[in-house]
């Protein structure tokens, strides 16, 4: 499936916000942050203007879609489930998406980024339930077991991020060393990513 390959500082400059798409350094985190509410092009801060409601919710499904890093039909196939869903539409859409194990995997720490997740799983180096899964949309259950593959765990990138006692995982998920499990579904108090569902649902029922 193709991929956004261009500068990722420009996709969170253009929504003004840290989207998680890259690692940086203390510093040039503060950097992007001080150059965050300036649009990215020629034309910078100038080329700033009143966004009506339309825009507003392009924005920020735009902003969600870049987060997950999916692409537009499948960002849409997934808002379409969840409508069909007699829960509420807005958390359902994100529960979904929440639960690709490729989302799973970065909100364990087994990845600095979803893109990183992503190349993983793609790569065969994660297994659920001890069997390799190499698809990032697969859907996750609560109760299912995640882990890195041993070739995997012998990389100083995640020997690296396993050292990392302090990493603070979201309530539905556990992880003890290497090993992760999904103790439940996410719910949307669990997801603290500056999202605004009900603009999306706005977006795709005009």
């Known amino acids: 499936m193709a991929r956004y390959t261009g500068p990722k500082n420009r996709l969170a400059r253009r929504e003004g916000a840290d989207l998680g798409l890259k690692t940086t350094g203390m510093s040039a985190h503060s950097s992007l942050l001080r150059r965050m509410k300036i649009p990215p092009g020629q034309h910078g801060q100038k080329g700033t203007r009143k966004i009506s409601d339309y825009g507003k919710q392009l924005r920020e499904k735009q902003k969600v879609k870049r987060i997950y890093g999916l692409l537009e039909k499948q960002f849409r196939n997934y808002f379409e489930k969840a409508s069909r869903n007699p829960a509420n539409t807005g958390e359902v859409f994100l529960t979904l998406l929440e639960r690709r194990l490729d ?8 990845a600095p980024t979803r893109a990183s997740a992503r190349q993983f799983v793609s790569h065969g180096h994660i297994q659920v339930d001890g ?15 995640v882990s890195p593959k041993q070739k995997l765990l012998e990389t100083p990138l995640l020997k690296k991020l396993m050292e990392d006692k ?25 997801i603290l990513d500056d999202i605004a569902e009900q603009l999306i649902i706005e977006f795709y029922s005009r």
Do not use: A, C, H
């Open 103 to 110: 989302n799973v995997v970065y909100r364990l720490g087994m």
């Open 166 to 190: 302090d990493l603070p995982l979201p309530d539905w998920l556990k992880r003890q060393g290497p090993v992760g499990k999904i103790l439940r579904l996410p719910k949307r108090e669990d």
């Open 131 to 145: 069997k390799r899964v190499n698809i990032p949309s697969f859907q996750t259950s609560e109760g299912m077991v």
